[in-house]
């Protein structure tokens, strides 16, 4: 699910030709482009949508690219989105003050498309969240995991959550290694089991501690889901230390939390939303 078009643009631009030209020429790119011909409107687009990178214009026609920058650089919801200005001004002044905004790049009118594309593709590539791997399943983690679901819930796919319940209590009677191989093997029986299964498109990341999640697309996701649900809940007994008095008690039972999003819900919730809930699960 790493592609080009998991990459968003927004394009703030209030000449329609150059917006139209831009929208075309991104979209044939392989990006997902939004537009927006006000600043005020590219403001709020830029809340709702988190694109990977704007092309700002300066000249808009009613608060100035200057003013979009400030406001979108100074709101954590969208500090840490790149901003290429786009703009036919090409005093000295007029370039530090878009950078001193926190600009990344800064391209005057007439402008080459090839440049312009290849500029976008470097700034979009720094930003990109670097994809951790979890030292005990070795399964992204981190920011990479909220942005694959983000890009998995619009590409329609069902979130499949898989959580190990009581593996803390579990860790202090048995050991953090034990607590850890447990993990370690549930990770292993999901991705056995999604090679058994011929699956080819899907991500698998790692939420937290304990718990996975998984996107699938597809009619078949969810009776899928429930019959890997079903091994793991096997698997977790066998996990359990054999005769040992602490493995009678009840709340050092492993057991499973499985949750089933399909698509629909999962993109009425929201992708940042969903993660966080069940990343605390």
């Given at each position: ?51 990977n990178l704007i092309i700002l214009d300066i000249r808009l026609p009613d608060i100035d690219g200057y003013e979009v920058a400030r406001r979108i650089k100074t709101d954590p919801l969208t500090g840490e989105i790149p901003i290429i200005y786009l703009t036919e001004r090409r005093d ?190």
């Amino acid at each position: 699910m790493n592609n080009a078009s998991n990459h968003k643009i927004l394009i703030i631009e209030d000449d329609f030709d150059i917006s139209e030209m831009l929208h075309t020429f991104f979209r044939a790119s392989g990006y997902s482009v939004i537009t927006s011909h006000w600043g005020e409107e590219g403001v709020s687009t830029a809340k709702e949508q988190q694109p990977n990178l704007i092309i700002l214009d300066i000249r808009l026609p009613d608060i100035d690219g200057y003013e979009v920058a400030r406001r979108i650089k100074t709101d954590p919801l969208t500090g840490e989105i790149p901003i290429i200005y786009l703009t036919e001004r090409r005093d000295r002044a007029d370039r530090l003050r878009g950078l001193e905004l926190g600009a990344d790049d800064y391209i005057t009118k007439p402008f080459d498309m090839a440049e312009l594309k290849l500029r976008v593709k470097n700034v979009i590539g720094r930003y990109q969240p670097q994809a951790v791997a979890n030292s005990v399943t070795s399964l992204p983690e981190g920011k990479v995991v909220a942005e694959q679901v983000e890009n998995a819930i619009s590409e329609g796919n069902d979130v499949l959550y898989f959580g190990i319940i009581n593996l803390p209590a579990f860790s202090a009677a048995f050991g953090t290694d034990a607590a850890e191989d447990v993990v370690r093997k549930t990770s292993i029986l999901i991705r056995n089991s999604l090679r058994d299964a011929a699956i080819g498109e899907y991500f698998l990341g790692h939420l937290s501690g304990s718990s996975m999640v998984l996107c699938l697309g597809g009619p078949g996701s969810g009776s899928f889901g429930q019959r890997l649900a079903q091994r793991l809940e096997m698997a977790m007994e066998f996990f359990m230390p054999q005769n040992s008095p602490e493995a009678t008690l009840q709340e050092n039972r492993l057991k499973l939390d499985y949750q089933y999003i399909p698509a629909v819900q999962a993109a009425a919730e929201g992708a940042k939303a969903l993660t966080l809930r069940l990343g605390a699960s």
